[in-house]
């Protein structure tokens, strides 16, 4: 099978943190969280089609799957683990790693020992052709993928984000591969609803929002704890959609915290 392309950083143990990145960015956008967390055993993946990591098409061929879905990406993720020994992880997904993570979790609660989602929705997309996504797709097949993202540097940061933060992003979004997300867009807009995750684990379960994430609403958060009453919701201040980016020591403490919460467990 093919292989995703991974990092793993910190004192190898048996139980990593492992964090899935944000649509579309790559794992590099974990280095400065990784940083601060030197202690942790680290371990990040790139998406199929990002970074390092075969393209989409190329693990739907190879698992078997007549269309693009986040299963390609889950069952990636898991032969990634289990070629590495890891039977036991907390795991956190920030955006759309956080649809990943939740929908590893649903086909592996066993393997899940602590669940972190960080400014994202993992319910079902809207059906219909007034789906965001479409054009985004429709973007991606005249090659103009770019332009589906690139006001994401201005609208999907807080106002208080520095022009260093704002510049890498654009930077990274204006370099985003049309073919690439594209086939993540339609696995994330025919994703089924993986809210049942929060309750699925057996962990403890962590919800984290940029306080102006202009995406992942407060009520988005309450609605999941209204499923597990036990998960406590963070608000990291001064922080939009790509809190790891924007308040990376910030969300490191958290991960940490969290972290030594799960293994104590």
């Not at 973007?139 to 520095?162: F, H, I, K, Q, Y």
């Amino acid at each position: 099978m093919m292989a995703l392309h991974w990092r793993r950083t910190g004192p190898t143990s048996d139980l990593p943190l492992v964090l899935l990145h944000a649509l579309p960015l790559d794992s590099s956008m974990w280095d400065e969280v990784r940083g601060e967390l030197s202690d942790v055993d680290v371990l990040t993946v790139d998406a199929p089609g990002f970074g390092g990591s075969p393209s989409g098409s190329d693990l739907q061929r190879d698992y078997e799957y007549p269309e693009p879905s986040l299963s390609v990406y889950v069952d990636a993720l898991r032969s990634c683990l289990r070629a590495r020994g890891v039977d036991r992880v907390v795991l956190g997904g920030l955006s759309m790693g956080g649809a990943v993570a939740a929908a590893f979790t649903l086909r592996h609660p066993d393997m899940v020992a602590g669940l972190v989602l960080m400014d994202t929705n993992i319910a079902a997309d809207p059906q219909g052709e007034d789906n965001p996504r479409n054009r985004a797709i429709a973007l991606c097949d005249e090659g103009r993928g770019n332009e589906a993202v690139a006001a994401w540097s201005t609208t999907m940061v807080s106002p208080l984000a520095s022009q260093g933060v704002r510049d890498a992003l654009a930077a990274q979004l204006s370099r985003v591969d049309s073919v690439a997300l594209g086939w993540i867009q339609r696995a994330m807009r025919d994703r089924e609803d993986a809210t049942g995750a929060v309750s699925a684990v057996e962990g403890p379960v962590l919800l984290v929002r940029g306080s102006d994430d202009p995406t992942c609403k407060p009520q988005t958060l309450s609605a999941l704890q209204e499923k597990r009453p036990t998960a406590r919701i963070v608000e990291i201040p001064a922080a939009g959609h790509f809190v790891a980016n924007e308040r990376p020591r910030e969300l490191a403490a958290l991960l940490g915290d969290f972290y030594a919460q799960v293994e104590s467990a």
